[in-house]
């Protein structure tokens, strides 16, 4: 059984561009959900995706927009970056249904110059 | 707003040395409370789920416990590698994990 992973481990970018982080789901879970993590603080949520269809948002602006696919994997995609957005964003998969636990990847640390 | 306070904020102790994390929550109609560990640059790593008062939870040398209001971690007779981060998380209705600030716990050999 694998577990979630993340891509890219690490990224630089500008302010003003655009950056989309991917996500492959543990096997056998459906649902995906992604958080940002700022230094020092807890996960806040970004989205959830659940059947290819966004599932429940969180306060974050369109800019922050995402994608599920057939097989389970997703992406998050940011446009028009900002310094604030530097953090690790983390995707987190479960099973539809025990959606309580939540298993994390390793997270992408976006930096934002 | 669902609302989740940890305390301590940071935590040192001597291996050996038992104590216990707390986890304060505010949300109406609690789903679960969940449990984590992260390590510096990584992602959480699931510990419980606790879903009702009086629930318990055991593993290895951690063991968490459930109230209306809040939510404990004990630590007994901690080792170094029990040195993370701990985060609680609340889930209500709808689809978001709402997380407290995490108790960042330094055990010194």
């Known amino acids: 059984e694998t577990g979630v992973t993340q891509s890219p481990t690490h990224l630089i970018k500008t302010r003003g561009q655009q950056v989309t982080l991917r996500c492959s789901s543990q096997s056998g879970h459906n649902t995906v959900s992604w958080y940002q993590q700022a230094l020092g603080q807890g996960p806040q949520f970004i989205f959830q995706?659940?059947?290819?269809?966004?599932?429940g948002r969180g306060n974050f602006p369109p800019r922050f927009s995402g994608l599920q696919f057939p097989n389970y994997s997703s992406e998050l995609n940011v446009n028009a970056l900002e310094l604030d957005d530097s953090a690790l964003y983390l995707c987190?998969?479960?099973?539809?249904?025990?959606?309580?636990?939540?298993?994390f990847g390793p997270g992408t640390r976006l930096t934002v110059t | 707003e669902d609302q989740v306070t940890q305390s301590p904020e940071a935590l040192r102790l001597q291996e050996g040395e038992s104590s216990s994390l707390n986890c304060s929550y505010t949300?109406?109609?609690?789903?679960?409370l969940f449990w984590y560990r992260q390590d510096p640059g990584k992602g959480p790593e699931f510990l419980f789920t606790?879903?009702?008062a009086g629930e318990e939870k055991e593993k290895e040398r951690l063991k968490a416990t459930l109230t209306k209001k809040e939510s404990f971690l004990h630590i007994t007779a901690p080792k170094p590698e029990d040195s993370a981060t701990y985060l609680c998380?609340?889930?209500?209705?709808?689809?978001?994990?709402?997380f407290g600030g995490g108790t960042r716990v330094l055990v010194k050999p």
């Open positions: 949300v109406s109609g609690l789903r679960g």
């Open positions: 998380a609340v889930k209500a209705a709808g689809n978001k994990l709402t």
């Open positions: 987190a998969s479960s099973e539809k249904g025990r959606d309580y636990e939540q298993y």
């Open positions: 606790l879903y009702s």
């Open positions: 995706y659940y059947r290819e269809e966004e599932n």
